[in-house]
């Protein structure tokens, strides 16, 4: 089957979804709010699954070529002891492929690229999905705070505040490894990135929309400042402006699961249909196993209702079990004493027996 496809978002789903679409066939059309593509991002870690899904769309060597592998995962306590260590080997013996590390910029435009150019229309914001019209199918990914997720299924579903707020920027150090610090309450985390920086990101509970007058910076180094050395050098190197400034987000999934992923001729994506915590890294990798799932099933099914029944029954529970992995990962990471030590044998014993999910 074949026809015309709008999609909703130019982010890593939306833009997947549409290389996909038109991969089979499609003559698809994208519409993003923002003004331009992202200038600027964190590094995005994509697990074997999300490049089999790259793979599919032609683009796997690309991604790899722009990305660098994960030598090396692992987590550790505030003082710089070791809790536990993801064995990348054995997952690359597993599954045929380590986790790539990757820029949210260098992603995007790999698969813009695919796309060629004008298959973008940027600062084209839809308000209301069910005014579009001439289209058979409408591919919504637009994010956590999707218009086409409150008109379609309501305000039950609207965004939750995780109780945590996150820290992150990049800075010109090279780590060399993924670390995760957890302290009591909070963590540190730092990732490689190409061009010799890393993306760093904290994350501690604090109120919604909460804001410091002291600054960001004072606020970081004040939880942060005396933990192990590898958390003080990317401290010592951020500012108040410019490439190591410091940039503050709350953490949010939804409020309730949706009750399926399809309603009409429009099928939900990414972080619209089942937003998560970030604390697995799936959220990329999620949304582009979705658009290669949309795609797989439009190619499969003669008729649209039949495809979309197909995605969401592939895609709607595993995605939703990952939601709820996440959040109760995100409690877990941050509890205090004196749970702490408990939190931190659970990791190690999670960890030894190496199944992470691929």
Not at 162 to 190: C, I, K, P
Not at 197 to 216: T, Y
Not at 251 to 261: I, N
């Amino acid at each position: 089957m074949t026809g015309k496809a709008i999609i909703i978002g130019g982010g890593i789903g939306g833009l997947a979804a549409a290389v996909q679409l038109r991969r089979i066939g499609w003559d698809v059309e994208v519409h993003e709010r923002a003004p331009e593509p992202p200038g600027a991002g964190t590094a995005v870690g994509l697990w074997p699954s999300a490049l089999r899904a790259l793979d599919t769309l032609g683009l796997g060597q690309e991604v790899r070529r722009v990305s660098r592998p994960a030598v090396r995962g692992s987590f550790l306590r505030a003082d710089g002891r070791p809790i536990g260590v993801v064995d990348m080997a054995q997952l690359r013996r597993r599954t045929g492929d380590s986790v790539r590390l990757v820029a949210r910029p260098a992603l995007s435009e790999v698969l813009t690229s695919a796309l060629g150019n004008g298959a973008v229309r940027y600062g084209s914001a839809v308000t209301d999905v069910r005014d579009l019209t001439g289209c058979d199918v409408v591919v919504a990914a637009d994010g956590l705070r999707s218009r086409a997720r409150g008109v379609l299924f309501g305000h039950a579903h609207r965004p939750r505040y995780a109780g945590v707020t996150t820290w992150h920027g990049n800075t010109g150090l090279d780590s060399g490894e993924m670390t995760e610090t957890w302290g009591r309450d909070a963590r540190f985390g730092v990732t490689p990135r190409t061009g010799g920086r890393s993306n760093w990101f904290a994350c501690a509970p604090a109120p919604e929309g909460a804001r410091s007058p002291g600054g960001d910076l004072a606020v970081l180094r004040g939880l942060f400042g005396d933990w192990h050395p590898g958390v003080r050098r990317v401290l010592d190197r951020l500012s108040d402006e410019g490439e190591a400034v410091v940039h503050r987000n709350d953490l949010y999934d939804l409020a309730a699961p949706l009750p399926r992923y399809v309603r009409g001729h429009v099928a939900l994506i990414g972080d619209a249909a089942h937003a998560m915590t970030p604390d697995l890294g799936r959220g990329a990798c999620e949304a582009l196993i979705d658009a290669v799932a949309v795609g797989r099933a439009l190619a499969a099914h003669r008729r649209v209702p039949d495809a979309l029944a197909a995605y969401d029954a592939e895609r709607r529970r595993p995605t939703q079990r990952l939601a709820r992995a996440a959040r109760l990962a995100n409690r877990a990471v941050h509890t205090s004493l004196p749970l702490t030590p408990v939190r931190d044998t659970a990791l190690r014993c999670f960890l030894a027996l190496g199944r992470l999910p691929a």
